[in-house]
């Protein structure tokens, strides 16, 4: 069964960058939307960013021109930017079979990862 999976999450100081990638042991991505997901502490688990198979992409306002959405045939990669202390979470991605991507929305998603662990503090 797919199963993707997160790296390279970690600690950082406001203002500083991250590059989490995404990948599937034994298997391309290349055919897949994906989408990566933010669950803030004590929050619900929310849609950052996505792309297609196609290379068009989504992101959530709040990261709009601070991440970078991109992919290549085995990895999907989240640039982020200019972290800020509300971008502390874990992330996850995930594949959406659907032609509603776009929306990011969790329910159209599947194959979740283990998630990655982000956190921007001082």
């Known amino acids: 069964q797919l199963q993707l999976v997160e790296s390279g999450g970690g600690l950082v100081q406001p203002g500083g960058s991250l590059r989490l990638s995404c990948g599937a042991s034994?298997?391309?991505?290349?055919?897949?939307?994906i989408g990566w997901f933010r669950q803030a502490p004590g929050k619900e688990r929310e849609g950052i960013s996505a792309?297609?198979?196609?290379?068009i992409t989504t992101y959530k306002d709040s990261v709009k021109g601070r991440f970078i959405i991109s992919r290549d045939k085995v990895t999907i990669y989240l640039q982020m930017n200019d972290l800020k202390p509300e971008d502390t979470g874990i992330y996850y991605c995930?594949?959406?079979?659907?032609?509603?991507?776009?929306?990011?929305?969790?329910?159209?998603?599947?194959?979740w990862g283990q998630g990655t662990q982000v956190t921007v503090s001082s």
């Open positions: 034994g298997s391309t991505l290349s055919f897949y939307n």
């Open positions: 995930a594949i959406c079979p659907r032609h509603n991507w776009g929306a990011m929305r969790e329910e159209d998603y599947f194959h």
């Open positions: 792309i297609n198979a196609d290379g």
